[in-house]
């Protein structure tokens, strides 16, 4: 084995109240794509901040060829060859993709920018990665976020790093676009580079990585070779004791399993809308779970907005309670009680800057007029409620919530759906991004609604997930419905995967 | 501890946190430095005459009434991160309103309140024009209150036929220079309507909504908010209070003057918002310091003819006073100043920490 390229010593990071990571060691290798595992708050984003010269570390200290070096500003850790691509991708929108690419770096002739050489080297650096057919001079927002994230990792190649590290690069991608990614990062490999990839998918992390450390509450569980290990350790190594409880959970849905009774409270008739949803049927019945399961792009989310009247749908009729919904948009939804909770929190869902009490009293007050405000008494009484009912934490209603974890933010999501006391309620990817212990405490508050008597719909892209919680299994697919299975024992994550499968075949 | 606000030294505390404590401190100042030229600045008399007390700081009162109204109508609408422009344009139209009214109308009191009534209609009406640009139209809120802005003052022009139109009427005179308890009615009134506009917003849910569609319109949709109601209501008060200012303006010297009337009053009432803490991204908004921005702009002016500056220098001295105080409500400036004064004090907040 060679000398690995950089290496974490023993390095702390800590933050008022938290040790983000303790006495942590790391080798990266040359030549071999290496993944951080671990939940949220596991310190995987830690690494890469002490890496990129975000963080310092308290102790420790970092090696580079062996040698102790100090990386206190990302211009320090970009000059000794570590590139990162974040997470949100951060460039230009409206530069194109040539200034995108060379930002910072941009060749200079006599008279300023030299933009021919400009957009040369960009071509070079895309051509490096294969991207050649990509123009340099197309505006960065003309494309698709998957080709942006490649621009990213153009960009993130000026200079001939060493190390490249990918914080989450694949959460907005499509299979198709993540296979082009990954042919791009074993092109890196295979040029000697040393790749960090963090990412929450376990599929891909064993599709393209070589090696895995495993991370948990700021500790390094482990470094184990991608071959040497099955899913099923890397998990409980993930989680400790949470899998089991995971597991529990899902036996006691199972066991739940009943034929709906009674009328049902909504009924779709043939709603769609034309390119965005093929006209289907679909009805909800109180106390039980149907879960969306298809891809991204499968039209999951454009059923969820025709379901909850927030989008018209242009044929058909909604029926509540045998009563049709006429008027469309959120609002005409909420007063109906039909609840969409949009499937990025950041884009449509919290509020960062408001207190996590106005956050969860806004979808009920908007509901009931300006004119009504709720008392203060009510509020407080509310707001404490959830707090405690959901877990949210040891918290006080007037913190902001762009101070909370991923986790607690979706939990005052939730909040802010139920203090609407919906009759129907469309969660799409409420389990998205956010740790398993917050996700876990998540599936069961639905599991919960539900047995009370709400008609849930449950979205997401795990199909465990998705097998663990339905009643009913809605499988979606290029923006129809192909199916719906009861759930039950024989139904598995295999038996959804088939049905998507099948239908391939006959089209 | 007591940095919980509890206790005197934590309830100070929470008063220098508030953004609007230093435009408190610049008001504080400019009347120091006023009090080093004239001893007797601040002393204030009573004249017999008309019931009134008399002085330099009802000057200054009396002063303030209007930018307070613009101010509460321009935080309300930065609050929904837009912008209102033309709440000069819409003084002087409203000037015009009443003062055309007036001039064909008999001097009786019923006559001032149907011309008070009419101007505030019309300045409404313009509000509400704003908002639907905005939020039917889809308009950007500086592009559109831009457009109303321009287009005031030719209003006003059309409406008194290019003339500086002057009136008679006792009962409207007095709304700008009438007194009581011994105080201008102007202020009376402009406090009344904060107090008023400040009770509406935050005993109704309209502040969380507003502040909701200011921080993040997407967001307050989905949760059933309704946008465009919102937005054409703040645009009409906007409106409405600058018509009522416009009154005040006009109602002091009984004509409206086409030209000056309201000019570049937008300005003055966009620094008093930010002065308050209210950022122009929008969100949270704060009345209290709005008006107390307001105070603090007539404050200074009223100064900057007391030393008297030159009127060439005017523009600069407002500027310098306004951006030492932006600067020192800026964060990063806090920041730096906080990190200064902690430098000495760095190992027992760490053991803090520890412990």
């Given at each position: 084995m060679t000398e690995p390229l950089v290496e974490l010593r023993g390095v702390t990071v800590s933050f008022p109240g938290v040790?983000?990571?303790?006495d942590a060691s790391i080798r990266f290798f040359p030549g071999e794509v290496h993944a951080l595992m671990g939940q949220n708050g596991a310190g995987k984003s830690t690494v890469v901040k002490v890496l990129t010269g975000v963080n310092a570390p308290a102790s420790g200290e970092v090696l580079l060829d062996g040698e102790s070096v100090v990386l206190n500003s990302p211009a320090a850790s970009r000059d000794l060859g570590i590139a990162t691509v974040f997470q949100d991708i951060e460039l230009g929108h409206r530069l194109s993709v040539a200034e995108n690419i060379m930002l910072g770096n941009e060749p200079r002739g006599r008279f300023g920018i030299d933009w021919r050489a400009l957009r040369t080297s960009a071509s070079e650096q895309l051509a490096r990665l294969g991207?050649?057919?990509?123009?340099?001079?197309?505006?960065?927002?003309?494309?698709?976020p998957p080709v942006q994230q490649l621009v990213a990792i153009a960009r993130a190649m000026v200079g001939d790093p060493r190390v490249v590290l990918l914080d989450e690069p694949t959460s907005s991608l499509e299979p198709a676009d993540v296979n082009r990614l990954f042919k791009v990062v074993r092109q890196l490999r295979d040029s000697g580079v040393a790749v960090v990839f963090v990412s929450h998918f376990l599929e891909q992390v064993y599709a393209i990585s070589d090696r895995i450390t495993v991370l948990r509450d700021g500790r390094v569980v482990g470094e184990f070779a991608t071959d040497d290990i099955d899913r099923a350790e890397l998990i409980s190594k993930m989680l400790g004791q949470d899998f089991e409880e995971l597991q529990a959970l899902g036996s006691q849905r199972r066991a739940h399993q009943q034929d709906p009774e009674g009328p049902p409270v909504l009924v779709a008739r043939d709603i769609g809308r034309d390119g965005e949803f093929e006209a289907t049927h679909l009805e909800l019945f109180p106390g039980e779970i149907v879960a969306l399961a298809g891809l991204r792009g499968s039209g999951r989310t454009e059923l969820a907005r025709l379901l909850t009247a927030t989008d018209r749908s242009e044929s058909g009729a909604l029926l509540v309670a045998g009563r049709p919904v006429t008027r469309s948009g959120p609002g005409a939804g909420l007063r109906r009680r039909l609840v969409l909770s949009p499937e990025n929190r950041h884009l449509g869902g919290?509020?960062?800057?408001?207190?996590i009490s106005d956050n969860i009293m806004l979808a009920l007050q908007a509901n009931r007029g300006w004119g009504r405000p709720v008392s203060r008494q009510e509020r407080q009484e509310t707001v404490e409620w959830y707090i405690e009912v959901l877990g949210i934490g040891d918290v006080r209603p007037e913190t902001l919530v762009g101070t909370l974890s991923g986790g607690a933010q979706q939990k005052v999501l939730l909040a802010r759906w139920l203090a609407t006391r919906p009759r129907v309620l469309v969660l799409d990817e409420?389990?998205?991004?956010?740790d398993i212990a917050a996700k876990l405490a998540i599936q069961k508050q639905i599991a919960h609604l539900a047995d009370e008597g709400m008609a849930v719909v449950f979205i997401s892209s795990e199909l465990d997930e998705v097998v663990r919680l339905g009643d009913r299994i809605v499988v979606l697919k290029d923006r129809r419905k192909i199916g719906e299975l009861s759930n039950g024992p024989g139904v598995s994550v295999d038996t959804v995967v088939e049905l998507i499968a099948a239908d391939d075949d006959t089209a | 501890m007591s940095d919980n606000g509890t206790g005197p030294a934590g309830f100070l505390k929470e008063v220098v946190r508030r953004q609007y404590f230093w435009g408190v401190v610049a008001i504080v100042l400019l009347l120091l430095v006023n009090l080093t030229k004239d001893p007797s600045y601040l002393s204030i008399g009573w004249n017999d005459a008309n019931g009134a007390l008399v002085g330099n700081l009802v000057d200054i009162l009396r002063a303030a009434a209007p930018i307070m109204m613009i101010s509460i109508g321009m935080c309300l609408v930065i609050a929904t991160s837009g912008i209102d422009l033309s709440v000069g344009s819409v003084m002087v139209i409203a000037g015009a309103v009443s003062m055309q009214f007036l001039a064909a109308a008999p001097n009786t009191f019923a006559g001032a309140m149907a011309a008070l009534g009419l101007a505030l209609l019309v300045s409404a009406v313009v509000g509400l024009v704003n908002g639907i640009l905005v939020s039917v139209v889809g308009l950007q809120p500086f592009i559109s209150t831009l457009i109303m802005m321009l287009a005031g003052r030719g209003i006003a022009k059309v409406i008194t036929g290019g003339q500086n139109t002057s009136a008679v009427n006792d009962s409207f005179r007095w709304i700008a220079n009438g007194y009581l308890f011994g105080l201008p009615v102007v202020f009376l009134l402009a406090l009344a309507i904060v107090v008023l506009v400040g009770l509406l917003v935050r005993r109704s849910a309209l502040g969380l909504m507003i502040e909701a569609i200011g921080m993040d319109p997407q967001a307050a949709r989905l949760a059933g908010v309704n946008r465009r109601g919102l937005l054409l209501a703040v645009y009409s008060i906007s409106g409405l209070l600058s018509g009522v200012a416009g009154v005040f303006a006009t109602a002091s010297v009984m004509t409206v003057d086409i030209s000056r009337t309201g000019y570049q009053l937008e300005m003055d009432a966009i620094l008093a918002v930010v002065i308050g803490?209210?950022?122009?991204?929008?969100g949270k908004f704060n009345l209290t310091g709005a008006t107390v921005g307001a105070l603090l702009i007539a404050t200074l002016d009223k100064t900057v003819v007391f030393l008297g500056v030159s009127s060439s220098a005017t523009p600069a001295f407002k500027a310098v006073v306004i951006v030492v105080l932006c600067l020192i409500q800026s964060d990063r400036v806090r920041q730096l100043l906080r990190s200064r004064r902690t430098t000495g004090s760095r190992p027992s907040r760490k053991e803090a920490v520890a412990a």
């Open positions: 040790e983000a990571l303790q991207l050649a057919d990509l123009d340099p001079r197309t505006r960065l927002d003309a494309l698709t919290v509020i960062e800057s408001m207190s409420p389990t998205k991004g956010i | 803490g209210t950022s122009l991204a929008g």
